[in-house]
């Protein structure tokens, strides 16, 4: 089974950038689409950008403008950068393909930390 890794997370200023990354341990290419989330403490795990299999790209009102999501199926990658970070920005960022239909196809990862301070 695919598992999915997240990193590049750290401490950062606002104004500043960070890019994440998700491994993952097999083929993406069977996934339509997929995404980014992120989770405060105490908080449900918020949707914050997806990408399709075509590179269609749709994003959280909040992040549009300064996210960029990306992917690359030969190497079984899946990128977010983010610029203008701002402290609201500060959360668990996790990676995994949705289904469309509520579900998720992969067990959740760790997740990377991302900390902005004002």
């Known amino acids: 089974q695919v598992q999915l890794v997240e990193s590049g997370g750290g401490l950062v200023q606002a104004g500043g950038s960070l890019r994440l990354s998700c491994a993952a341990s097999?083929?993406?290419?069977?996934?339509?689409?997929m995404g980014w989330y992120r989770q405060v403490p105490g908080k449900q795990r918020d949707w914050v950008a997806t990408?399709?299999?075509?590179?269609?790209?749709n994003y959280e009102e909040s992040v549009k403008g300064r996210f960029t999501i990306s992917r690359d199926n030969a190497k079984n990658m899946v990128y977010l950068q983010m610029n203008s970070l701002k402290p609201e920005d500060t959360a668990v960022y996790y990676c995994?393909?949705?289904?469309?239909?509520?579900?998720?196809?992969?067990?959740w990862g760790q997740g990377t930390q991302v900390t902005v301070s004002s």
């Open positions: 097999g083929s993406i290419s069977s996934f339509n689409t």
């Open positions: 995994n393909a949705p289904s469309g239909y509520g579900y998720f196809l992969r067990s």
């Open positions: 990408i399709t299999s075509g590179g269609l790209t």
